[in-house]
C-alpha cells in the first residue's frame, strides 16, 4: 500500500528556522560526519519526507540548497554524496575529509563548528561608526551573526558577532535568502561561509587584528586570559562583506585561522 506524502507545510512560526533549511542541515551534518559517504546515494525524496515528517518539496528544496553548495550531485539515478563517481567519474575514496577539514569553517574555525554552539541570525543596525564601511545609511539594519561556542559544563568558550554588509547581501545568494525572514533565525548553518564566496566568484581577503583586551595582562591567578579577534573580509573589488569581532578564551595562547579563496 502506498504512504502518501506528509500533510504540505505550514509556515514557520515566528523565530523558527525553515523547515527545508533544517532538513539540510541534518542532511549536512550526515556528510561531515561521514555518516553518507562519499558518492554513497542518499534515500529517495519520499523516504526523507517520512523520516523529518516534511512534504517532498521541502526535501526538494533541501536537496537544492545542498546541490548550490555542491556537497551533494543529482542524475537520473538519483542524488549521490559529492566526491564520488556521480561527480567524478571514478570510485569513491577510501577516506575523505568532512566539508569541515576541506575549508574555512566560518566563524571561528573547525574546533568551533564542532563544539556546543548557540547561534542566531537577526535584522539589526551596526554601530554607527561602522554603518560606512557596510554600505549603509545610519541606522539602516542588516544581517547580523551571533554565536557561542560552549564548553560541556556550560561556561563560554567563545563569542562572535558578525556584521554584513549589503554587497555581501548582493553578492552571496545563500546570505541573501536570509533577507526574506526578518525576525531571528536561532541555530542557523553558516560553516560554509567562505565556501559560498568562492561560488559566488568572490575573491575574497581577509585581514585579522588580535589583541589583549584591557585588563587581561592584570588577570588573577587561576582566571582564564582572553584574546579579542577583530576580522574584516573584503572582495576583489575591496568592498567589505563582512566584519567580526571574536572573544575567546586563551588558554593556549594562539590564533590561527588562515583561507583564501
Known sequence: MAVPDPEPDSEPPEGAVPRYLRVAAALRDDLARLALAPGGRLPSERSLAQRYHVNRQTVRSALQLLREERLVVTDRRGTFAAGGPADRGGPPPAQAPPPSAARPVFPGGPRAAEALVRASLGWEPPPTALAPRLHLAPGEPTL??????????????????????????????????????????????????????????IRATHRESVRVPPGAAGTAAGA???????????????????VTDIDFSAQEAAWTYEYSL
Not at 553578492?171 to 568562492?198: F, G
Not at 584574546?227 to 575591496?238: A, C, I, K, W, Y
Open 144 to 201: 547580523v551573526h551571533r554565536h557561542r561556542v560552549l564548553a560541556p559544563q556550560g561556561q563560554q568558550l567563545q563569542r562572535a558577532v558578525s556584521w554584513f554588509s549589503r554587497p555581501a547581501l548582493d553578492e552571496i545568494p545563500q546570505l541573501a535568502r536570509y533577507r526574506r525572514a526578518r525576525y531571528c533565525v536561532h541555530q542557523p548553518d553558516l560553516r560554509l561561509l567562505y565556501h559560498w564566496m568562492h561560488q559566488a566568484g
Open 224 to 242: 582564564t586570559a582572553r584574546l579579542n579577534v577583530h576580522r574584516v573580509v573584503s572582495d576583489q573589488h575591496g568592498h567589505v562583506l563582512e
